[in-house]
């Protein structure tokens, strides 16, 4: 059994930046990739970010390129999403995941899912 815990959420003014900080726990055998979604009120869950464990290149949802950034620590069995130039359409729920490569991450099939934490940003 695999545990993600999030941190790093609240609130933060249109244009700020945050940063969720996921750590991962327990059996990770398999789990070669991580990633965040995010799920607004009244909308499907949708892609963030992916990123493979070891080496490979991540993938974003297309709301996001080019102003959120994810990264992995294996040290720490920690990965990271740095969210730049926020928006109100930003805010959501926001909810780690794990599964097996980063293609299923891509696809929606994830194998283990975080609490999720919340993430405003006011205009």
């Known amino acids: 059994q695999v545990q993600l815990t999030e941190s790093g959420g609240g609130l933060v003014m249109a244009g700020g930046s945050l940063k969720l900080t996921c750590t991962a726990s327990?059996?990770?055998?398999?789990?070669?990739?991580m990633g965040w979604f995010r799920q607004a009120p009244g909308k499907a869950r949708e892609l963030v970010a992916g990123?493979?464990?070891?080496?490979?290149?991540?993938v974003y949802g297309d709301s996001v390129k080019y102003r959120f950034t994810i990264s992995r620590e294996h040290g720490s069995n920690t990965v990271q999403l740095l969210m730049d130039e926020l928006r109100p359409e930003d805010t959501a729920v926001y909810f780690c995941?794990?599964?097996?490569?980063?293609?299923?991450?891509?696809?929606?099939?994830?194998?283990?899912w975080g609490q999720g934490i919340q993430v405003t940003v006011s205009s």
């Open positions: 990123i493979p464990w070891h080496a490979g290149i991540p």
């Open positions: 995941a794990a599964a097996s490569t980063v293609d299923n991450i891509r696809n929606h099939q994830i194998e283990y």
């Open positions: 327990g059996r990770s055998f398999g789990m070669d990739a």
